[in-house]
């Protein structure tokens, strides 16, 4: 049996950073992870180069049954220390849109920081260590494959559900309601969207094709890319979206978010009578699209012969095309997890179950979801930080 200040479990994003926090403090702290590389989901992230924070990052970029949860966190450890810190190390990056930041080169200079960060500070870490139990006398006991670790203070920074190709368990909740901790509903998030025979017929012959759109679903809109897949619907806005979301309910596509379709449609059957109406669509959609709307939603007469109740009909769909998802592709797609452990159960300001003294949960195990752009992974560093600082 080996003793440490502080056990955590989970080497990603958030483990990684709550380790190397801890360990800047004294703490004598041991890192476990079952997979044999640390911060795998930070290597794929990007398309390999890592959206590693937003400049935008604040409350209310968050999903969560407590959307003031996060505020605290964020504040302490804001993404312009994060970015301080990759500044430190010389890593050279860019600004995409919407404020994300990528790493010019690879996603791997992120992981080898936080690593070099943790090695300078003493950390202690060991994978290929798959936890069993986690137990609690006068401290807690984490029992591995390779034996049993003790110390007074224990972080869930496991992650959620998603992907469970890269190792992804359910390891963190089945801890926290082994200890009494609530756990909020759990959902695959920032993922595509599948669809009916119907609908499916239409997006299957345009895959691939990408345009931009205003997605919107529960008082939430994203003017963002769309594109059709042989499964139904993904992109940025829908991945967006999809976190909004739920079994049963509609999102509405409208296709031209900057057009007023009732109007460009009675300027067009004015000064273009004589072109039929996948021709007028063509104007301001992809060819492919005007004619398969015009094939399966739409009429196609010339447009000078449309009546006023039909014109209005097309913009109708036009600026509000309603489609009724049948499910999401799950957790092997998702790009994250919504819900997680209760924030009603931990303490904003240090991550600490309030039931619990000692015990922890940071990251994506908890019920606090970004949006797609760099928001997940700046959760991770703030609440990492909080619990790095506490321990």
Not at 16 to 26: D, E, H, K, P, V
Not at 102 to 107: K, L, N, Q, T
Not at 317 to 323: E, I, K, P, Q, T
Not at 373 to 380: D, E, R, V
Request: hydrophobic share 40%.
């Amino acid at each position: 049996m080996r003793n440490f200040d502080v056990i955590i479990i989970g080497a990603g994003a958030a483990g990684l950073m709550c380790a190397r926090t801890a360990g800047q403090r004294g703490r004598r702290v041991l890192l476990l992870d079952h997979g044999d590389i640390a911060g795998a989901k930070i290597v794929i992230s990007g398309g390999g180069r890592c959206n590693f924070t937003n400049l935008g990052a604040a409350a209310d970029r968050y999903v969560s049954a407590n959307p003031h949860f996060c505020k605290s966190a964020l504040t302490g450890f804001s993404q312009f220390d994060f970015i301080d810190m990759v500044k430190r190390h010389r890593i050279a990056y860019h600004e995409r849109k919407h404020g994300q930041l990528f790493c010019d080169d690879s996603a791997r200079q992120i992981v080898r920081m936080l690593l070099d960060e943790c090695n300078a500070a003493s950390v202690d870490l060991r994978l290929n260590h798959r936890v069993t139990e986690v137990t609690k006398a006068d401290g807690f006991t984490v029992t591995t494959d390779h034996g049993l670790f003790t110390a007074p203070a224990v972080v869930l920074a496991t992650g959620g559900l998603s992907i469970p190709k890269m190792g992804a368990t359910g390891f963190a909740f089945s801890v926290a309601k082994h200890f009494g901790l609530d756990v909020t509903e759990t959902r695959p998030g920032l993922v595509p969207l599948k669809f009916s025979a119907d609908d499916l017929e239409l997006m299957r012959a345009l895959t691939g094709l990408s345009f931009d759109a205003t997605v919107s679903c529960n008082g939430k809109s994203f003017t963002e890319a769309v594109l059709f897949t042989h499964r139904g619907l993904s992109g940025p806005a829908i991945l967006q979206v999809s976190s909004f979301w739920r079994e049963g309910e509609a999102i509405t596509v409208n296709l031209l978010p900057e057009t007023d379709a009732s109007a460009y449609l009675r300027d067009r059957r004015n000064t273009r009578p004589k072109a039929e109406l996948k021709t007028i669509l063509g104007e301001v959609l992809p060819n492919r699209l005007a004619q398969k709307l015009t094939e399966t939603r739409l009429p196609n007469p010339v447009i000078g012969g449309i009546s006023n109740k039909v014109l209005e009909q097309v913009a109708a769909l036009l600026n509000g095309w309603s489609l009724h998802p049948t499910g999401s592709e799950g957790y092997a797609t998702a790009e994250v997890m919504t819900g997680g452990i209760a924030t009603g159960a931990l303490s904003s300001k240090t991550m600490e179950a309030r039931s619990v003294g000692g015990l922890y949960a940071i990251g994506e195990a908890v019920d606090v979801t970004g949006w797609l752009g760099g928001y997940n992974f700046q959760w991770a560093w703030s609440s990492g930080w909080c619990a790095g600082m506490a321990v």
